[in-house]
């Protein structure tokens, strides 16, 4: 059993360690990061904005199939960093939940709901022995009715949590600090200003110059409240801008 510190606590994914550590949970957040993108999500006044690195790995992909924004409803998106395939599943039940939740009540599922439920799911797979957790972090975005724009994170361990901007992925701590700086007097930034934020926090903290078929931008708005993801032409218009800014 003495296999290094973790002395075998690492096999099974609902036994904790003697230091009161879940392993198999850590090594989740560790598949995040070792899926090598970095995604930042920022909240501004009537707006939210995520954006994230997109890769493609072998020239003869088709690009158009490669992302990792999906929309979950018409007014909810969710940004998913780390294995690609774990969130598509996760999406899948998002969205039957999502419409469910509708038929039920009557109106659409707001932000928080479907990140606590996000949550939820996630803190059952650290519990039970026949699930592994997911190997993803998801960012929710999405207008709420009372409290205008949202953007919530939800992790393999079950937490949940809303935010003015975050970051998820291989570079999420320096993001983080760089985040930190730029929403330190709490600003209200505008549609622009935010996805721009956004896009140059990724490039401050990743050191290069995006094209823009190397990014995914995905937003909501407050005068126009469905998920959308930005074309080249849009992510084009917000890189010069950057690049004319600084």
Known sequence: MSRGSGGGY??????????????????AFKA????????IG??????????????????LLDPTSITH??????FLGLLATGTTADARTLVQQARNEAAEFRFKYGYEMPVDVLARWIADKSQIYTQHAYMRPLGVVAMV?????????RLFKCDPAGHFFGHKATSAGLKEQEAINFLEKKMKNDPEFSYDETVQTAIS????????DF???????GVVRRD????QVLTMEEIDEHLTAISERD
Do not use: M, W
């Open 42 to 59: 920022v909240r501004g006044k009537d707006s939210v904005c995520v954006v994230t690195q997109k890769k493609v790995p072998d020239k």
């Open 69 to 74: 924004l999906f929309p979950v409803t018409k």
């Open 201 to 208: 926090a990724l490039q401050s903290v990743l050191q290069e």
């Open 32 to 39: 995040v990061k070792a899926a090598g993108v970095t995604s």
């Open 141 to 149: 975005l999405g207008i709420d009715d009372e409290n205008g724009p």
């Open 10 to 27: 690492d096999r099974h994914i609902t036994i904790f360690s003697p230091e009161g550590r879940l392993f198999q949970v850590e090594y």
């Open 211 to 217: 094209k823009a078929n190397e990014i995914e931008v």
């Open 224 to 227: 126009n409240p469905a998920f």
